[in-house]
């Protein structure tokens, strides 16, 4: 079944005259940019795909809320309000560039992040308690662990004070729902207060510290309950799969971490120390109440926590490249089953790298200062909602949308490669100290995780990149 569709003007435009998505048509204006390569794969929906294993890994997280309302059905194009006005978004916020966000037409785009779901998922208050799943698109980096589109799960619960005689009951309530709470051997590390004035501020415009304080013990719990069902699991498939065994497994620890988050305060990372190494597994906190009062819902009080689909996939099936999860060779595909034990991926091939450099001189028009970003650095550092953080190189900052953005470079290589890349660094920025033109070069490594790619495959794959960056950019080739 055909998903998306785009409709030209006339054979040789560029930009589709409209957007046919799930069957409903949409007007293409100067802000679209969602690329076909995106919307071939628009409707995957991996997170409810039988026995894949992002859908495996949401299962394991909504056990550990039984009695919560699970949302993953929600469509991927939104407004521009859902995504951003509605939660807060300044008008300059940098989310909002097309540099970052995939638009569909000003007024509408393929979703960020699963947030912007929360104030229509609030409003209707068919639960105290919820989870939502979903995939969200981005334009990103291009390397193992960073893909446009990615899978997002967050969580809520909240306590509606309006049910009881006073705050107070409300307070107690929520102290003895936390009392019920499963108990855990885990070493926790929590050395902060509460909250913090100026760190990790309490919203005393609508809190009362110790509604705060048992909201925030509540929601450490919950999550602490869900890191060990899920940790556990990734144990015991280790074991199983002879990769380790138990003598060698640390004691699980817990580490909680002061955060900003804008939907949350006081908020916090928490961080899980796992065989060796200290992991970024999510992002939560105390609802921020503004939100609640957008979603009508002024007396409900409570929490909220983010996380990143692939990344837990990742440790529980130790899957080395993010691609893979987009896979359908059944190589792949057979490994996993809703049924039984956890089981670690098995590599099925492993294919050799081609690697190309891209070297090319900026135009005047596109020269500027590089303010994000240095040589062959990115970061994978999870952010409140569980998506991965990128460092963008940006030129020309001076205009509203800079002329050259290294997601540009990512996009056109996506476009034209798909997933026979595995990777995209700048290797070296250069200022030339007489003409002061500006050159930069990128590193691009094609691999198929399929097949072994053929040296005029990637000689042709590369000649194309190239040809763009040229026709779009006015560079330079070098």
């Known amino acids: 079944m055909m998903i998306a569709t785009a409709v030209y003007l006339d054979a040789t435009n560029a930009k589709p005259r409209n957007l046919t998505i799930t069957g409903t048509d949409y007007p293409t204006d100067t802000w679209t940019n969602v690329p076909q390569s995106i919307l071939s794969q628009y409707g995957r929906k991996l997170h409810i795909e039988p026995d894949h294993p992002l859908s495996i890994t949401r299962k394991l997280v909504e056990s550990r809320f039984p009695g919560f309302r699970n949302h993953n059905n929600l469509p991927g194009v939104v407004t521009v309000d859902q995504n951003f006005d509605s939660l807060g978004f300044t008008s300059d916020h940098p ?100 909250f913090h004035a100026e760190r990790n501020p309490l919203q005393e415009k609508y809190h009362s510290a110790d509604e705060a304080e048992i909201v925030a013990a509540h929601l450490k719990r919950s999550l602490e309950d869900m890191v060990v069902a899920i940790f556990t699991a990734a144990d015991q498939a280790l074991t199983a799969s002879g990769q380790s065994s138990e003598s060698e497994k640390d004691p699980l620890k817990v580490r909680w971490v002061e955060a900003f988050f804008p939907h949350t305060s006081p908020s916090w990372e928490m961080e899980v120390w796992w065989r060796g190494d200290w992991l970024e597994v999510l992002g939560c906190g105390v609802i921020d109440q503004p939100l609640l009062i957008r979603a009508n819902q002024p007396d409900r009080i409570g929490w909220a926590f983010g996380i990143g689909l692939e990344r837990i996939a990742m440790l529980l099936f130790g899957i080395p490249d993010i691609r893979l999860f987009w896979s359908k060779d059944p190589r792949f595909l057979k490994q996993f089953s809703d049924a039984g034990p956890m089981r670690r991926f098995q590599p099925f091939s492993k294919h050799p790298p081609a690697p190309r450099d891209v070297a090319f001189w900026l135009p005047e028009t596109l020269e500027g200062p590089v303010v994000a970003g240095t040589p062959a650095s990115t970061s994978s550092a999870p952010n409140s909602a569980g998506g991965q953080q990128t460092s963008p190189l940006h030129i020309n900052t001076t205009e509203p949308e800079p002329a050259f953005h290294e997601n540009d470079l990512m996009e056109i290589v996506r476009t034209i490669a798909g997933d026979s890349v595995e990777d995209v660094r700048l290797i070296d920025s250069f200022t030339h100290p007489k003409s002061k033109r500006r050159s930069l070069c990128y590193r691009i490594e094609y691999r198929s995780l399929e097949r072994t790619l053929t040296t005029e495959e990637v000689n042709g794959m590369h000649e194309r990149v190239c040809g763009e960056m040229v026709g779009r950019f006015g560079v330079e080739i070098r």
Request: aromatic share 10%; glycine share 4%; net charge negative.
């Open 95 to 194: 989310g909002r560039s097309r540099t970052d966000t995939y638009y569909i037409n000003k007024d509408t785009l393929l979703r960020t992040h699963t947030t912007a779901h929360e104030v229509d998922v609030f409003r209707q208050n068919s639960s105290d308690g919820w989870t939502l799943s979903a995939d969200v698109y981005r334009r990103d980096a291009v390397d193992r662990s960073h893909y446009p589109i990615f899978h997002q799960m967050e969580g809520a619960l909240t306590w509606d004070r309006s049910a009881f005689d006073s705050r107070e009951a409300c307070t107690e309530a929520i102290r003895a729902s936390f009392e019920r709470l499963p108990n855990h051997d885990l070493v926790v590390e929590d050395p902060n207060p509460p």
